[in-house]
């Protein structure tokens, strides 16, 4: 029996051996050994060859290091203030975030950054995206606070009243990379008069919990 060895590639995964094995002259099978920079054996398929690959957040998800919190509510005066506040960790884990709010009437949204409270809302807890795990989020979230210092304006936009969904994830698709230990908070104020619903909903993947980055 012969065998025939591929030198190794690097590229953002290691490709340690590819092994050829001849019976009688007709190819046996096909063995690869596919490591990630963690350790973790990647997965080829059998009948295409091709490498098994996810995104980030999709393997965030399955890892257990994903959650939401979707929720919605019922505003009725023009001008009433409606807060959700997060406050991101300072073991070393990242909060990778989106946010997706929609209403049927006009709304003002605002993210302030390095917010310091003057009391504590509700806790919210995030669900995890992944069903079977038992993990917790780290992130802890408040409905409800009141604060002292909301500090930076960050983010800012309008919603409802014909208008399209608004957030950090629709259209452009893109992400905030929390800061650590920070508070950050998003203050929902209605412009309209009436009673109107107001529908939000929140998204963010822990990196570093399991290794990630």
Known sequence: ??????????LTFCLVAVGVEYKDGIQEA????????????????????????IDQVHYELHEGSAYFIKTWQDVSDAGTVTRFDFTTPTNGVTIHAKA??????????EIWEGATFATTGTVVNGVNNNRNSTNEAIMV????????S??????????????NDTGVAPGLNY?????TNTTYVFVVTKEASGEHWLDVDFFWYEAGRNGSY
């Open 175 to 179: 992400e905030i990379v929390a800061k």
């Open 1 to 10: 029996m012969k065998k025939f060895l591929i030198p190794a590639l690097f």
């Open 30 to 53: 096909i063995r690869t050994a596919l490591y990630s920079s963690s350790g973790k054996a990647l997965t080829v398929d059998p009948d295409s060859g091709t490498l098994v690959m």
């Open 150 to 163: 909301t500090n930076q304006l960050i983010w800012a936009s309008k919603v409802g009243s014909g208008r």
């Open 100 to 109: 997706l709010i929609s209403a049927e009437a006009e709304f003002t949204i």
């Open 141 to 148: 979230a408040h409905a409800g606070s009141t604060f002292s």
